[in-house]
């Protein structure tokens, strides 16, 4: 079981190194048509996730709670979006498309502000997968194992556009596939090292766990909207990322479904 666990932190940082190193194969940048419908397909996947995998386990568990079960959930989702807002104002990032940085001024190099944005939305992704798998170990929640896998291997399906959309445009940013590559497998190392100290606290978290299901899920909803869908419609033919939100969130919702 240990062993499984383990992999299956890693499961994501996987994807994300996979897509990392789209950099040795494309020369110059992905097609933004490509791009678009790449990003539509993270948004739905991560939208999906958040649904089957986050919110219904966490409202499930407080069955017990009545008509009022939806209180944990409501409240986890509420601070998981209050995090991610108050994180997006304090850190200093620049999105891929942009050309004025977010969050406090800040000397740090543009390479390194791109790499924080997407380090900032791997946060939730890595919390998300470390709570399901703290709730299996726990035995007290009624979550499986091939349910937790599903997040696992639907985040790292996500992953994958997300690790080549950061590291392309740092390859040519740092006139160099190699950092590129290091860059953008960094930016998703937080995954497993987030997971890993849920996995270590989970003793404690799992009376709450409820509330930190929701508080991914909120978290990873804020990235969504705030970020990767406007960046999906961004231009002409957003209809393009709608069909790869559509796509995602389809995938998600099946693995999730038939893997639980």
Request: net charge negative; with cysteine; hydrophobic share 55%.
């Amino acid at each position: 079981m240990n062993t499984i666990v383990f992999v299956g932190l890693f499961i994501p940082f996987l994807g994300t190194t996979l897509g990392a190193a789209c950099v040795y194969l494309i020369k110059d940048k992905i097609p933004d048509l490509v791009q678009r419908i790449l990003l539509g397909f993270a948004s739905g996947v991560m939208v999906a996730a958040s649904v089957w995998s986050l919110l219904i386990p966490a409202m499930e568990q407080c069955e017990d709670m009545g008509k009022l079960s939806f209180v944990p959930a409501a409240t986890g989702f509420a601070l998981g979006i209050l995090f991610l807002l108050a994180v997006d104002k304090i850190l200093p990032h620049l999105h891929i498309h942009d050309d004025k940085p977010e969050g406090l001024p800040s000397k740090l190099k543009k390479s390194t502000m791109m790499v924080f944005a997407v380090t900032l939305h791997n946060i939730p992704e890595g919390m998300a997968v470390g709570i399901t798998f703290a709730g299996v170990l726990s035995g007290q929640t009624g979550m499986t194992l091939a349910g937790a896998a599903a997040l696992a291997v639907g985040m790292a399906i996500q992953n994958f556009p997300e690790g080549a959309v950061i590291s392309l445009p740092l390859k040519n940013e740092t006139k160099s596939s190699h950092k590129a590559f290091l860059y953008g497998m960094c930016s998703g190392i937080v995954e497993p090292i987030g997971a890993g100290i849920t996995i270590l606290l989970t003793g404690f978290i799992a009376p709450a766990l409820p509330y930190l299901l929701a508080f991914a899920a909120g978290a990873m909803i804020y990235v969504v909207v705030e970020e990767l869908i406007p960046e999906a419609s961004a231009g002409s033919h957003s209809n393009i990322g709608t069909i790869g939100f559509a796509a995602g969130f389809l995938l998600m919702m099946i693995l999730d479904v038939a893997l639980a």
